[in-house]
């Protein structure tokens, strides 16, 4: 168990629906990132949080946006969807106390995204 | 630009053997940071090791142990006896200061009975 939980763990909706996936990171950790892994692919960073603010970001669309809450869970919300949005989502968290991004990625369990 | 890439797309092996994975990355930093994660069928991300590159020293951890050879921009993953419940894709990252982890596209490794 990494100590980063993730709700819900499957959830299956239809295309052009929106939907909320959250992630509650490790005690302590300031950094919150997502993921987004399809069929047989690798990972794909998404966007990361840091303490509240928006850190990074990758290959998000424009239909996806995050946010982290002041108690430091995230949540990212999928909207208009589409077939192609079917995925395992991650959360991950680090410490990152320095900010340096270079600190071990405690992954969440992952919420399973199915697109209908 | 930072890369990683794998020689493998799949391994199969039976039990017992020892297998390596490989990992090759691509950076201009001199200070960064490997990593290897697992990820069973189950579907979860397990974190297995972070490595520095000032450190050198191969590391060995049970049936696991790491070669990381900054000469050739290896980090090198071997199980030693290898079990079924190895079978899982296996995941190299490289971090450098600042930027996003760098994920390689996965090995999966097939251990038969």
């Known amino acids: 168990d990494s100590g980063v939980t993730q709700t819900p763990k499957h959830l299956i909706t239809a295309t052009g629906q929106r939907v909320t996936l959250r992630c509650s990171p490790r005690s302590g950790d300031l950094s919150v990132y997502w993921y987004q892994q399809s069929l047989d692919q690798g990972l794909q960073f998404l966007i990361q949080?840091?303490?509240?603010?928006?850190?990074a970001k990758g290959n998000i669309l424009e239909r996806f946006s995050a946010q982290q809450f002041p108690d430091l869970h995230s949540e990212l919300n999928l909207s208009s969807l589409e077939l192609g949005d079917s995925a395992l989502y991650f959360c991950a968290s680090s410490v990152d106390e320095q900010g340096s991004n270079t600190d071990t990625q405690y992954f969440g369990p992952g919420t399973r995204l199915t697109v209908l | 630009a930072q890369k990683v890439t794998r020689a493998q797309t799949e391994i199969s092996v039976v039990e017992k053997e020892d297998v390596t994975l490989d990992c090759v990355y691509e950076?201009?930093?001199?200070?960064?940071?490997l990593f290897w994660y697992k990820q069973p069928p189950s579907g979860e991300l397990v974190f297995l090791i972070r490595r520095n590159s000032f450190d050198e020293q191969n590391e060995i951890s049970g049936r696991y142990s790491w070669n990381f050879q900054k000469s050739t921009s290896s980090f090198n993953f071997t199980i030693t006896a290898s079990q079924v419940v190895d079978s899982a894709v296996y995941f190299c990252?490289?971090?450098?200061?600042?930027?996003?982890?760098?994920f390689g596209p996965g090995t999966r490794l097939s251990v038969l009975p």
């Open positions: 949080y840091y303490n509240g603010e928006e850190r």
């Open positions: 990252a490289l971090s450098t200061y600042g930027q996003n982890f760098v």
């Open positions: 950076t201009r930093d001199t200070t960064y940071y």
